[in-house]
């Protein structure tokens, strides 16, 4: 049996309000709040970056797998905010572990899917046979251009999983994976923020490819929405992932433990696999739960996941992904928000 | 920072790796080849806790130039369990609920950027425990 052994997530203390975006330009906050589902969203200061949210995610991940950074023969990070644009964020978080140098390493890049993408290739090599532990890790510090619809959701976090084949907390049952070119969401090389082809972002991209992915599933497992207690999305907005649960068939109660936007943000690559982490630290041994990313591009990776025994015991080994979306928060105004993310410009 | 000195202080910096004396236990950061307690040329290599305790602290308002943007800061001292002390930001905490004596965590962050091209460079903090 394969499946992940620890999870952990990592989410920054700071966060900004919609009407604090909403207010620098003009824009009725309460629409937007009613719109996408947000009330406010995860801000990283200038020391926090995807390599930082990744080790420190990786740290819960290998403290509840009960395993040392030194047996992992693989370190994946999927990111679309990897802080070189030349130079592995890996090798950082795997010199950090203490996984170097026996270990191989890569970065992921598929817009939001990447974070998913690393946890699909740790666990195909575990199941290969190849390695005994893997490290996959979803995580950004996205940026949306000001003003734009983009900068109300865009945050940051990151989520790690330790995947191997003993002492599983949940066992894998299903992977798919769901992929065409669709050219909704890019960013042109040496351009500071993302372009997005707006209302095309939805049905035809998002909406779907994640009920591609998740019938396909379904499908494969010959299972149906009920036989699941929890279910988490990819999550650009509140409304998305809602949304999507609806037209699949699944009830809002089977999706609002993972459903983690509405104060969280868009965390990108991390997104569902936050949210994962959010229904692993509360479900039961038995529980399955159906897991459906998407990345702009575009594609979705579909998981089924059964908890084992062993979950109940780690679940408070560390700070639960709840503890560090709601507590000891530190709300910033835009002032503030803009020189974090390095949106002033100096001209001096 | 010159990549070659900062690699060669990964070990500390990235894992809080120190060598502790093989004959009378003393424990170093960053690591030495000979111990200043006994004398003793045998080291093992260990990783000190996450949770340290405040022992002291100063709010740095002129800061040298690659920290400008991040005036005022708190720089603390803290102690380890393993009896080793480290200086760095204390981050994540309003000043006034600085206490000496205070439990707080290792975090690991961006310690500063060398301009636009050079490279990051990582490492401890100090934040409040969660
Ligand atoms: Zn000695």
């Not at chain 1, 890019?186 to 923020?193: A, C, D, K, M, Q």
């Not at chain 1, 000891?328 to 835009?334: A, N, P, Q, S």
């Not at chain 2, 004398?39 to 400008?68: C, N």
């Amino acid at each position: 049996m394969e499946g992940i052994v620890g999870y952990g997530a990592h989410i920054p203390r700071h966060r900004i309000k919609v009407e604090e975006i909403a207010k620098v330009w003009g824009a009725d906050a309460p629409s937007y709040k009613r719109g996408l589902q947000l009330r406010e969203k995860s801000v990283p200061p200038p020391d926090v970056d995807t390599i930082t949210l990744s080790v420190e995610a990786a740290k819960r991940a290998l403290k509840r797998a009960g395993v040392d950074g030194a047996q992992l023969g693989a370190v994946y990070i999927g990111s679309e905010s990897h802080p070189y644009a030349v130079k592995p964020s890996g090798t950082v978080v795997a010199e950090a572990l203490g996984a170097v140098p026996d270990c191989h390493c890569a970065d992921y890049e598929f817009a939001c899917k990447a974070g998913s993408e690393a946890m699909f290739v740790a666990m195909g090599l575990v199941k290969a046979g190849y390695i005994d532990y893997g490290l996959a890790i979803g995580g950004d510090t996205s940026q949306g251009a000001p003003s734009d619809a983009l900068e109300y959701s865009a945050s940051a976090g990151a989520a790690a999983f330790i995947m191997g084949r003993e002492n599983l907390v949940a066992e894998i049952e299903y992977s798919n994976s769901y992929m065409t070119d669709t050219p909704d969401f890019w960013r042109r090389e040496h351009e500071f923020y993302p372009q997005h082809a707006g209302r095309y972002t939805g049905e035809p991209a998002y909406f779907k490819h994640v009920t591609g992915a998740a019938k396909a599933l379904l499908k494969k497992a010959g299972a149906e929405p009920g036989d699941f207690q929890y279910c988490v999305f990819h999550q650009p907005n509140g409304k998305f992932p809602m949304r999507a649960a609806k037209m699949l068939g699944f009830t809002k109660e089977q999706n609002l433990t993972g459903w983690l936007a509405p104060t969280l943000g868009n965390t990108y690559s991390g997104a569902s696999p936050i949210g994962l982490t959010a229904i692993l630290d509360v479900a039961k041994p038995g529980d399955r739960i159906f897991m459906v990313s998407y990345g702009s591009g575009s594609g979705s990776d579909g998981f089924i996941w059964k908890c084992a025994d062993r979950l109940a015991e780690v679940q408070n080994l560390v700070a639960t992904t709840r503890t560090l979306l709601d507590e000891r928060l530190t709300y910033v105004d835009y002032g503030t928000y803009a020189k974090y993310r390095r949106k002033i410009l100096k001209n001096y | 920072m010159f990549p070659a000195r900062y690699a060669r202080e990964m070990p500390h910096r990235y894992r809080l790796e120190a060598h502790k004396c093989k004959q009378c236990g003393k424990v170093f950061v960053p690591r030495r080849e000979i111990c200043d307690k006994c004398g003793a040329t045998e080291f093992e290599v260990i990783r000190l806790s996450d949770r340290v305790k405040l022992v002291t602290y100063t709010i740095i308002h002129t800061p040298a130039s690659q920290f400008k943007d991040q005036s005022p800061y708190a720089l603390g001292i803290c102690e380890f369990p393993e009896g080793v002390r480290l200086t760095a930001q204390v981050v994540d905490i309003d000043f006034a609920d600085l206490k000496t004596g205070m439990d707080l965590q290792v975090e690991f962050r961006r310690i500063q950027t060398d301009g636009h091209e050079g490279i990051l460079s990582y490492g401890y903090k100090f934040v409040p425990v969660i």
